[in-house]
């Protein structure tokens, strides 16, 4: 079993940035894949980005060159790293976990076995 706990969401203004962080606590995250998610008012889940156990990132175009995901393994964090933000990316956003495939970036919901509870975050214009 595995906590997942996001922080860091809150209200900035557009062209702003804010850096989220998911700490882990009951079990170490350095062997395996994590990913960002965001949900949005009236859609569906989507990925934002993710990093594998080694440190490889891959992201979502619309967030391409804005976000950046990073781990620290030694506090059992990943952070994502939002800079030039829009009032699109207004979300609550969601870390999860990959337990099963250790290997390569997860970027649908079925590959991620835990996840946080979110944290908002909204841009305004």
């Known amino acids: 079993q595995v906590q997942l706990v996001e922080s860091g969401g809150g209200l900035v203004q557009a062209g702003g940035s804010l850096r989220l962080s998911c700490a882990a606590s009951?079990?170490?995250?350095?062997?395996?894949?994590m990913g960002w998610f965001r949900q949005a008012p009236g859609k569906e889940r989507e990925f934002v980005a993710g990093?594998?156990?080694?440190?490889?990132?891959y992201y979502a175009d619309s967030v391409k060159g804005r976000f950046t995901a990073s781990r620290d393994n030694a506090k059992n964090t990943v952070y994502l790293q939002m800079n030039s933000l829009k009032p699109e990316d207004t979300a609550v956003y969601y870390c999860?976990?990959?337990?099963?495939?250790?290997?390569?970036?997860?970027?649908?919901?079925?590959?991620?076995?835990?996840w946080g509870q979110g944290t908002q975050v909204t841009v305004s214009s």
């Open positions: 999860a976990i990959n337990f099963r495939e250790r290997a390569g970036i997860g970027t649908t919901e079925a590959q991620y076995d835990y």
């Open positions: 990093i594998s156990w080694s440190g490889y990132t």
């Open positions: 009951g079990r170490s995250l350095s062997s395996y894949p």
